[in-house]
């Protein structure tokens, strides 16, 4: 004979998150531990932002530019990237990014991984898939990402269709060169197509990909991140 489980009771009043709530991101960090598993909340420039369900048209755009980081990862040792990972970014900062690619410490990273697994401070890059979410990709968690020292910043805005990439350590929008292609400055040899990442089109995506990761800079850019290995 089958039983029925019941339904969970939710966690008592100061154990959940709601949208604008303000906390520190220790608080923070202490009660979404604490929440189920499908539950998804960001604190950002210390007020709580608690994530919609994500529709096909976030996820099926997800995937192309996360193929792009990783196969830079690939051809780039010294580089990681990952997949909405939570970031402890700072004080009131403690978001979950849909992409980001960095440095790891050992290779003399701007971020650190902290004992239980998680990034601790800023990646060099952090890319958003903007659709629900455009307003608080382009703002708030802009202004928090520039704050904590993440250098460089991407945010596919689906509605748009269009490619953002922000410098924000100089704090001004970058374009993409002529032949359409977004050279990304942190990380050499990352070229990314904007048409092509627009359409989901991997072989286009790929072959410019190909040609940024055979240019001399991403080349001296990989012998400098193995010297930073050595001396560590």
Same mark, same amino acid.
């Given at each position: 004979? $089958? %039983?029925?489980?019941e339904?969970?009771?939710?966690?008592?009043? @100061?154990?959940?998150?709601?949208?604008?709530?303000?906390?520190?991101?220790e608080?923070?960090?202490?009660?979404?531990?604490? %929440?189920?598993e499908?539950?998804?909340?960001?604190?950002?420039?210390?007020?709580?932002?608690?994530?919609?369900?994500?529709?096909?048209?976030?996820?099926?755009?997800?995937?192309?530019?996360?193929?792009?980081?990783?196969?830079? +990862?690939?051809?780039?040792?010294?580089?990681?990237? @990952?997949?909405?990972?939570?970031?402890?970014? @700072?004080d +009131? @900062?403690?978001?979950?990014?849909?992409?980001?690619?960095?440095?790891?410490?050992?290779?003399?990273?701007?971020?650190? %991984? %902290?004992?239980?697994?998680?990034? +601790?401070? $800023?990646?060099?890059?952090?890319?958003?898939?903007?659709?629900?979410?455009?307003?608080?990709?382009?703002?708030?968690?802009?202004?928090?990402?520039?704050?904590?020292?993440?250098? +460089?910043?991407?945010?596919?805005?689906?509605?748009?269709?269009?490619?953002?990439?922000?410098?924000?350590?100089?704090?001004?929008?970058?374009?993409?060169?002529a032949?359409?292609?977004?050279?990304?400055?942190?990380?050499?040899?990352?070229?990314?197509?904007?048409?092509?990442?627009?359409?989901?089109?991997?072989?286009?995506?790929?072959?410019?990909?190909?040609?940024g990761? $055979?240019?001399?800079?991403?080349?001296?850019?990989?012998?400098?991140?193995?010297?930073?290995?050595?001396?560590?």
């Amino acid at each position: 004979m $089958a %039983t029925v489980q019941e339904a969970a009771s939710p966690p008592p009043e @100061g154990q959940q998150l709601h949208n604008g709530d303000c906390m520190t991101r220790e608080e923070f960090h202490r009660i979404y531990k604490a %929440t189920p598993e499908h539950f998804r909340a960001e604190l950002i420039g210390g007020t709580v932002y608690v994530a919609s369900p994500l529709r096909i048209r976030h996820g099926s755009n997800h995937l192309p530019l996360g193929a792009v980081f990783f196969a830079y +990862e690939s051809s780039t040792l010294g580089t990681e990237s @990952g997949d909405n990972t939570t970031i402890l970014l @700072g004080d +009131e @900062g403690e978001p979950q990014p849909d992409l980001y690619l960095r440095v790891p410490p050992e290779y003399g990273g701007q971020s650190g %991984t %902290t004992a239980d697994d998680y990034v +601790e401070g $800023a990646p060099e890059l952090i890319a958003e898939i903007a659709h629900s979410s455009r307003s608080i990709d382009l703002h708030a968690k802009r202004d928090d990402y520039a704050r904590y020292g993440v250098r +460089e910043y991407l945010v596919l805005c689906l509605r748009e269709r269009q490619l953002r990439w922000f410098d924000l350590a100089a704090n001004q929008e970058m374009q993409a060169d002529a032949d359409g292609v977004f050279r990304i400055g942190v990380f050499p040899g990352l070229w990314i197509n904007g048409e092509a990442l627009m359409a989901r089109d991997f072989r286009r995506l790929t072959t410019t990909l190909e040609q940024g990761l $055979a240019t001399p800079d991403h080349s001296t850019f990989v012998a400098g991140l193995a010297d930073r290995l050595a001396k560590e």
